[in-house]
């Protein structure tokens, strides 16, 4: 019944050539249009299954909360040049109204100068309550000393934590500049004014307002964009015009490097990679195949039509993707490249059987008739299990990889229809116009490959000992199968140098920060203030943010308030002046080297526990003891003082008339001990931790170091959850996607399996015949996972989806062989593979050609498919010309007997 049908087809096609090609071309037009809406999907996590909880609560996070897609620019370089690229950038990005909602470079200093300290925990006002007692500097210098003492050196648990590390290096960089501040008041008097007390008391008070590094070198700009960043075409745009602005600027500072970072310029880099990559690869991978093509069969139109009608097929596979699902992910993207290098196979059987019937048959339909019935069926099977390999994947729940089943499964399908019904009439169509013009008869040339005949004689002298050959082969690449690595960095797939993924690193480096953080969302505030104290315990977390690091819970600021009220009273009360003298400078000499001792003490507590940046700090201030031309800046400026006491005296005297006014009015203010509310909390705060209709509150969690090694990551996970079940973002997701697709790619292997025997089955009519053709198959995916180790290759989340892939793809060759020696007989092994073996080999090599090609992809997740695909293409053409000969040759007996 089938031949008879492809005989018949085979007859109309080659009768009526144009009005086949003319119908193709109508179906080519209308799957052009329906392909051109399809829309790209580049976001790894659009992979994970859509009910999947943690990918609904990321998407929803992602649409409600605007901050959730921060652009952060990273400025590099010394510490008052980068300060003033960001004042002088900062006024042009907020200018982009339509992508920047707001852009922060700074500590919001309003907010914190009116409730400062209803922000400080009670343990931390308990021991700062006293040091505004007396603001004249030799008390307050000794009331800091008592407050360091007792917060740093007799508390055990004083850096226990990321955020008590911060607040170290913060309360240090904030003493170090008012030290700064007294050496100016003795050498540069003249610079000393009410100005200039204002900055040592807001850097005593405040910080460093801006968002910069313990070092200095390195400031952050934070962009809230006024979209999220689902919306791919805003990424694009929005990333475009923050590039232009650096691009502008960048040269009036030529000390300063800057780049862009985030999840919505990782994701426009991700979107121009791929798509550049699969254009570049897909034009390369038709190159190769034509040139094999070419190489092979000895002529060049031929070849050029085959490459027509594989365009023509990928056409009408992208048309109808369109019309099905609408859209390509990042695995299916790479859909045309892989049917170019699976279609062509089918192209190259029937050129090849054709060109040998040519050869033989007086006409070009009688032919036609026989090069289907000879080749068509094989291509049938060949092309069903295939596509019913690549539609098995469709039972995932992960959207990846359910999707690339069935836009390849579609692609295989459409390849197999175009290559039967257009190609006969293509070839037909160009032998009779190449005949007209030439004005004499045109055959294709036949092209033998004799060493595949000779191989085959060699087989049939010694068929058992090439069966304990590839026994012993298949052993050995089972046992490098099992030793072969997953690679968890996720940044290992993108591309090389890729800006965005390198200032990651440096943020990692200067913060002690990943920017790949986690997130949760609450009911209420209290529950996003006790789930944020939780996570600020946890020893692979850097930095926790919730609404209550600006509103606290009542219960807690109620416990604040006294304290609060007594630092209030305290600066009310104590406003006696007592200036320094003759009498009292030697106990602000005594006072400075007690400060410097406490800070050495501090500097081997933080060294001891591993805090660098605590220890970095303090040594910035009293030197580095393990080098010689190191010194300590508070015994210098305490030398500076004893070498000139008179001009110490009246100078610090005169720093101090211009602070204590300043410093008693901005503590008093910071001692607020009105209750915060939401409703006082300022809308630009309160719109980065409480979504539109205020009944969720956003926890966000960032990893304390580069969270793309497993360990760290399993680690950094299994925190994660202890803090909440309800936890979403990159680094949880990441794993959940790896467990997904572990589970759904063994279901879909065998599932895989089971459905190419049962097909097979049907078609040979034969269980024996079935399983013989699974043998190369499942030898094959072991020569290719075995090679991978040879090769120190190692498995990632997209290139693991190659083992369910090369089920499918390497049945192929086994359907072939077999179909052929079904027609030809099973003693006529040379036969065999002089004709049907040139012709998977052909196909091998194209295929190969066309996942090679992915090599040059610069987004390094698809040359790492192309590469494992390319090795599994010949792992299955050797395992089939080695296994099933040489089976054959032993069994044929009982192979023939078989019903």
């Not at 003319?22 to 392909?35: D, E, Q, Y």
């Not at 829309?39 to 929803?60: G, I």
Request: some cysteine; charged content about 20%.
């Amino acid at each position: 019944m089938r031949e008879k049908l492809l005989k018949t087809w085979a007859h109309f096609a080659a009768t009526h050539p144009w009005r086949v090609i003319i119908g193709l071309f109508i179906v080519t037009v209308f799957a052009l249009i329906s392909a051109s809406r399809i829309r790209m999907d580049m976001r790894w996590s659009d992979l994970l299954p859509m009910h999947d909880p943690m990918a609904q609560e990321f998407d929803r996070i992602l649409k409600e909360y605007k901050s959730a897609s921060t652009i952060h620019i990273v400025v590099q370089g010394q510490e008052h040049e980068i300060k003033q690229f960001a004042e002088a950038v900062a006024p042009q990005i907020e200018e982009l109204t339509k992508y920047v909602d707001r852009v922060d470079y700074k500590l919001d200093i309003k907010f914190f100068a009116e409730h400062g300290f209803m922000l400080a925990k009670a343990q931390d006002l308990k021991t700062t309550k006293d040091m505004f007692k007396d603001l004249n500097l030799v008390p307050f210098l000794t009331n800091i000393n008592d407050n360091f003492e007792e917060e740093y050196i007799g508390d055990e648990e004083a850096l226990s934590t990321k955020e008590k590390e911060d607040e170290a290096v913060r309360s240090l960089d904030g003493l170090h500049f008012w030290l700064k501040a007294m050496d100016t008041s003795i050498s540069q008097p003249d610079n000393v004014d009410p100005a200039f007390a204002e900055l040592a008391v807001d850097r005593l008070l405040y910080g460093d307002p801006y968002f910069i590094s313990h070092d200095k070198r390195v400031l952050l700009i934070a962009i809230k964009p006024t979209f999220n960043a689902m919306d791919v075409d805003k990424d694009i745009a929005s990333t475009i015009a923050l590039q232009n602005i650096l691009d502008k600027i960048l040269p009036e500072y030529p000390g300063v490097k800057a780049g862009i970072t985030g999840m919505i310029p990782l994701q426009k880099d991700e979107m121009e990679h791929t798509t550049s990559s699969m254009k570049k690869s897909s034009v390369v991978a038709l190159v190769l195949v034509l040139v094999l093509f070419i190489l092979t069969f000895r002529m060049w139109s031929t070849p050029v039509l085959a490459g027509l009608n594989l365009v023509i097929a990928i056409i009408i596979a992208a048309g109808v993707v369109g019309l099905i699902l609408g859209r390509l992910n990042l695995m299916t993207s790479m859909f045309a490249v892989i049917l170019i290098g699976l279609g062509i196979d089918y192209s190259i059987h029937i050129i090849s059987v054709y060109s040998e019937r040519r050869a033989i048959d007086k006409d070009a339909v009688q032919a036609m008739e026989q090069t289907l019935v000879r080749s068509g069926t094989g291509i049938i099977t060949g092309a069903l299990t295939t596509a019913a390999a690549f539609f098995a994947l469709a039972i995932s729940v992960t959207q990846g990889i359910r999707e690339m089943g069935i836009v390849l499964g579609i692609g295989i399908i459409c390849a197999m229809v175009t290559t039967l019904t257009g190609l006969p009439a293509i070839l037909v169509a160009r032998e009779r116009f190449v005949s007209r013009v030439s004005r004499k008869p045109v055959k294709p040339q036949h092209v033998e490959f004799g060493f595949l005949e000779n191989f085959g004689k060699s087989i049939m002298r010694r068929p058992l000992l090439y069966l304990i050959i590839s026994v012993v082969l298949t052993a050995f690449f089972l046992f490098q199968a099992l030793h072969v690595k997953f690679d968890y960095d996720m940044y290992n797939m993108e591309p090389k140098g890729l800006t965005t993924i390198a200032l990651q690193d440096t943020i990692i480096k200067a913060f002690d920060m990943s920017p790949d953080f986690a997130m949760v969302t609450t009911s209420s505030l209290e529950e996003s203030w006790e789930i944020a104290e939780k996570a600020k315990k946890m020893p692979t977390f850097s930095m926790v943010e919730n609404i209550g690091d600006f509103c606290p819970p009542e219960e807690k600021q109620l416990k604040r308030q006294p304290y609060v009220e007594d630092i209030r009273r305290s600066l009310q009360s104590n406003i006696k002046k007592k200036f320094l003298s003759h009498r009292n400078i030697n106990k602000l000499i005594e006072q400075l080297e007690r400060l410097d001792m406490n800070i050495y003490e501090l500097s081997q507590l933080a060294f001891i526990g591993g805090q660098d940046k605590v220890d970095d700090k303090c040594k910035s201030i009293i030197g580095d003891p393990e080098k010689e031309d190191s010194e300590s800046f508070i015994i210098n400026l305490a030398q500076k003082i004893k070498e000139n006491p008179e001009r110490a005296i009246r100078w610090l005297n005169e720093f101090q008339k211009y602070y204590v006014p300043q410093l008693r009015t901005k503590a008093y203010n910071m001692a607020n001990p009105e209750l915060i509310t939401l409703d006082n909390l300022p809308e630009h705060i309160k719109e980065r931790y409480i979504n539109d209709a205020g009944n969720t509150y956003l926890v966000t969690i960032y990893p304390r170091e580069h969270i793309w090694n497993f360990e760290v990551l399993r680690r950094f996970n299994a925190q994660l959850e202890r803090v909440s079940p309800r936890i979403t973002g990159n680094p949880p997701m990441f794993l959940r996607l790896i467990d997904y697709i572990g589970r759904d790619g063994l279901r879909a292997t065998i599932l895989t399996i089971f459905i190419v025997i049962i097909l097979l089955w049907i078609d040979f009519r034969s269980l024996r015949m079935a399983l013989l053709g699974v043998i190369p198959l499942i030898a094959g995916g072991i020569w290719m996972m075995g090679l991978m180790e040879t090769f120190g290759m190692m498995f990632n989340f997209l290139n693991v989806m190659g083992i369910p892939m090369i089920v499918g793809i390497g049945i192929d060759d086994g359907v072939h062989l077999l179909h052929r020696y079904k027609y030809e007989g099973l003693n006529k092994t040379p036969v065999v593979l002089k004709s049907t073996g040139k012709a998977i080999l052909l196909t091998s090599l194209t295929t190969m050609a066309g996942f090679g090609s992915l090599l040059i992809a610069t987004y390094r997740g698809f040359a790492s498919l192309g590469m494992l695909l390319a090795i599994g293409v010949a792992s299955c053409f050797l395992t089939t010309v080695l296994f099933l000969p040489s089976i054959i040759g032993l069994t044929k007996r009982d192979l023939s007997n078989t019903p």
